[in-house]
């Protein structure tokens, strides 16, 4: 298994500043994902994380907005930047990890409130 | 575009109840997972399906996979309170992104 720990666990900022959301894994990763998850809805993949290249970002979210840095293996930061209340959700970094790649893993999510 | 359906959406029952959770898929893919997420928590991986005909069963939850008809189903057997979460399915390839199903929100009553 793969544990991942996030800073901030939560948060409350204002409209038009950033956040920079920290992942952490306890054990050496190829690919680290950034979900979203909207209030009372589903995850949507934002972008896909690789170390040493630059991030892969899904239709609809851009790097502008959501910057990424993977300076090792084992860390990403996921920043939102401009913030408006739309941005108001969780933000979960996953990995998947364990012997044969088991499955899946999330972290605990940092719950971003924008005012 | 690969879409994942569940249903049903909502779902109430009582305790000690039946009740199953359907989760269809529009494309091939390697890999089906089911996910539990309480209330402001993060998600907990319950099961990961590989292959046609598979089963796996934990406590009270059971889920199999048919790959040929694209759905994978979410049985609950005697329901009990503390089930009552939410249930994502979600497909992916190893080492890819997971598409996720819109969830099944369940409550079970006394």
């Known amino acids: 298994s793969a544990v991942i720990s996030q800073k901030p666990s939560r948060d409350i900022c204002q409209r038009g500043t950033s956040l920079t959301i920290q992942c952490q894994v306890d054990?050496?990763?190829?690919?680290m994902f950034w979900y979203r998850q909207q209030p009372g809805q589903s995850l949507t993949l934002i972008a896909t994380?690789?170390?040493?290249?630059?991030?892969?970002?899904e239709s609809g979210f851009v790097i502008d907005k959501f910057p990424i840095s993977r300076p090792n293996l084992t860390f990403s930061t996921l920043t939102v930047s401009n913030m408006s209340p739309e941005d108001s959700s969780i933000y979960l970094c996953?990995?998947?990890?364990?012997?044969?790649?088991?499955?899946?893993?999330f972290g605990p999510g940092t719950r971003l409130t924008v005012l | 575009e690969l879409k994942v359906e569940q249903n049903p959406l909502f779902l109430s029952m009582q305790e000690g109840k039946n009740y199953t959770i359907y989760c269809n898929y529009s494309?091939?893919?390697?890999?089906l997972y089911w996910y539990r997420q309480d209330p402001g928590k993060s998600l907990e991986s319950l099961f990961v399906?590989?292959?046609?005909?598979a089963v796996k069963q934990e406590g009270r939850l059971m889920a199999s996979l048919d790959t040929k008809a694209r759905l994978s189903t979410l049985h609950i057997t005697a329901a009990v309170h503390d089930l009552s979460a939410t249930y994502f399915c979600?497909?992916?390839?190893?080492?890819?992104?997971?598409?996720f199903g819109e969830g099944t929100q369940l409550t079970v009553n006394p």
């Open positions: 996953s990995v998947e990890g364990g012997t044969g790649a088991d499955t899946q893993y």
């Open positions: 054990s050496q990763v190829t690919m």
């Open positions: 994380a690789n170390q040493g290249s630059e991030a892969t970002y």
């Open positions: 494309t091939t893919s390697d890999r």
């Open positions: 399906l590989l292959s046609n005909g």
């Open positions: 979600a497909v992916g390839r190893s080492g890819s992104r997971l598409t």
